[in-house]
């Protein structure tokens, strides 16, 4: 089957800095891909490349078998690839239910009105899902960090024709609860159809959630295959306590 | 929670209406003098409006706003004096112009934000400035160009009813844009632009049409300005004339639809009980700006929603208080 994401020899330089070097990475439709790596390695910046904030300095990114390197984030959103932000991004001056409803119209038509309110009902029902409904009419500032990281996550899937959703640390400075409504939230729209790869450094959630990961290492792959697969590979055990020189 | 203020969204739209109503049938108690007052305010009214949905909606500073209501009034009044055109084909270039303008400003600072987009539409502005003061052998630079008026007549309640309607008309498409989606897309570019994008917000198009919408309408309200006061001159592109409109903005309430509404009458009458303080005005306008940012930095606006919502707080526990318990 052909993978939904695909990137090839993908490369990124920031003047004499190989950020991410000759990068391959394939995700299989309705996967939970894990990407780990220490800090630095170059995860976000992978992230950052499929989501087009910025261009490749070299190699390709395939969606659906189309490349899109070198697209603006935008287009790729409407595309239907989406991704979430270390530390999460909301309209902080919007309601909660504004931040849902900008991603269902961003691709904006002018018979925005028929949809109107097919919306607020779908946004209504993700918001329950992440429990966040009680909090609907308040602005996204007043949030904390956990119900943050959780809209930003659940706005997302806003959007209509989502298929990929790339999750950078979303477990990252959440108590145990939001953690759990987050797993559940990816359980989920993996089942109605999803795809997701997952940055994280939660070694515990990582394992429940993927059956694949993916280990970078100074901007390359050093490693693909389950947790314990990689968990027993020398070179990832290097990566992380440091090996011999 | 939304019905909660569905009565205070009722309210606006009733208020707003008795306002309009009231300046319909307020001619008749008005002098000449008076309704010139309300004809400035209604212009900067459009100004101040136009200008919110670039700095106060989307983030975008730019001062170079009024240059394109003079950009609109000179547009018009060239093509007049010298290829003698009829107004309406004066009214069109003026926005063709402005729009077109707009659009390449749009373009040229698309990737700028805060002090660096301030400074290059102002570097706009000044530049257009120092063009129609040197090129006074067609603009006549500082000695003005002369602008025919719209009426023949002379009685300013024509103008009056003019303005009114322009302002209203106006008014009304920018808060249909502002309502719409579109709105929403402004909002989120100034809150976080990058979010924006990664959610499918085409902030690039977006940014480029209301710096084109808000610069036609500066155009539009510039060209009958122009013919109102039939005399253009460079100092309508003064830094002046954008502090006047900035400050209108911030003490009514920067982006809120409201704001400019109630900032730009209040400045207009403090200016012309001013008058005879010449430049000093300016100062105190800056004073008020500068309380005004230290204790209630939304502005007279939000300030007068908040007392209205607490005071619907108290009457909705004044009414509960009153119910017989069971």
Request: hydrophobic fraction near 50%; charged fraction near 15%.
């Amino acid at each position: 089957m052909e993978p939904i994401i695909e990137t090839r020899n993908l490369t990124r330089r920031f003047g004499g800095l190989v950020a991410v070097n000759e990068m391959n990475l394939a995700i299989e439709r309705g996967e939970v891909r894990g990407l780990i790596g220490p800090n630095g390695s170059g995860k976000t910046t992978l992230i950052n490349l499929i989501s087009g904030v910025y261009e490749p300095t070299s190699g390709d990114v395939l969606f659906n078998g189309k490349s899109i390197a070198g697209w603006s984030p935008n287009r790729i959103a409407n595309y239907g690839l989406l991704r979430s932000f270390q530390v999460p991004r909301l309209f902080g001056s919007m309601s909660v239910m504004e931040n849902m409803l900008i991603a269902r119209f961003a691709d904006f038509r002018l018979d925005y009105r028929k949809d109107y309110d097919g919306a607020t009902e779908k946004a209504q029902q993700l918001l329950e899902m992440a429990e966040l409904d009680p909090l609907r009419d308040k602005p996204a500032k007043i949030l904390s960090g956990g119900q943050k990281a959780l809209l930003q996550i659940v706005r997302g899937f806003m959007v209509d024709n989502i298929s990929v959703y790339l999750l950078d640390e979303p477990f990252a400075g959440v108590n145990v609860v939001v953690k759990e409504t987050i797993m559940k939230v990816i359980e989920q729209m993996r089942q109605a159809g999803v795809t997701f790869l997952l940055v994280s450094h939660e070694m515990a959630s990582v394992r429940r959630m993927c059956s694949r990961v993916t280990v970078m290492a100074q901007g390359a792959r050093i490693a693909e295959g389950s947790m314990e697969e990689v968990a027993a590979n020398p070179q990832v055990i290097d990566a992380y306590l440091g090996g011999k020189k | 929670m939304q019905k909660r203020w569905a009565h205070l969204k009722n309210a606006n739209y009733l208020l707003a209406g008795l306002i309009v109503i009231g300046l319909a049938i307020a001619p008749a108690w008005l002098g000449d003098y008076a309704k010139h007052i309300v004809i400035l305010s209604l212009y900067y009214v459009i100004m101040a409006a136009s200008w919110n949905l670039l700095a106060g909606y989307t983030g975008q500073f730019s001062l170079a706003h009024q240059s394109f209501a003079a950009l609109g009034g000179y547009a018009s009044g060239l093509l007049i004096l010298y290829f003698k055109v009829p107004l309406v084909v004066g009214f069109l270039a003026a926005i063709v112009t402005t729009m077109l303008t707009g659009y390449f400003l749009g373009r040229l600072v698309l990737k700028m934000r805060g002090i660096y987009l301030a400074v290059a539409t102002w570097a706009f502005s000044e530049s257009f400035r120092l063009t129609i003061a040197a090129a006074y052998t067609y603009t006549r630079g500082d000695q003005g160009l002369p602008v025919p008026p719209l009426f023949q007549s002379l009685n300013p309640i024509w103008y009056y009813y003019l303005f009114l309607a322009l302002t209203v008309v106006l008014l009304l498409v920018m808060y249909l844009v502002l309502k719409s989606p579109i709105g929403s897309f402004l909002r989120a570019i100034k809150d976080d632009e990058l979010a924006a994008m990664a959610l499918g917000v085409d902030t690039v198009k977006w940014k480029l049409f209301i710096m084109t919408f808000a610069s036609t309408i500066a155009g539009i309200a510039g060209f009958f300005y122009a013919h109102y006061i039939v005399i253009l001159s460079p100092v309508m592109l003064s830094f002046n004339e954008i502090g006047k409109i900035v400050i209108m903005v911030v003490f009514g309430g920067l982006g809120t639809f409201v704001g400019p509404l109630i900032g730009a009458p209040v400045i207009v009458i403090l200016s012309e009980l001013m008058r005879d303080l010449a430049e000093w005005n300016m100062v105190f306008y800056s004073l008020c700006v500068i309380v005004i940012m230290r204790t209630y930095r939304e502005g007279i606006a939000s300030l007068a929603r908040r007392v209205l919502e607490r005071f619907g707080m108290r009457r909705k526990i004044a009414l509960a208080n009153d119910k017989p318990t069971p």
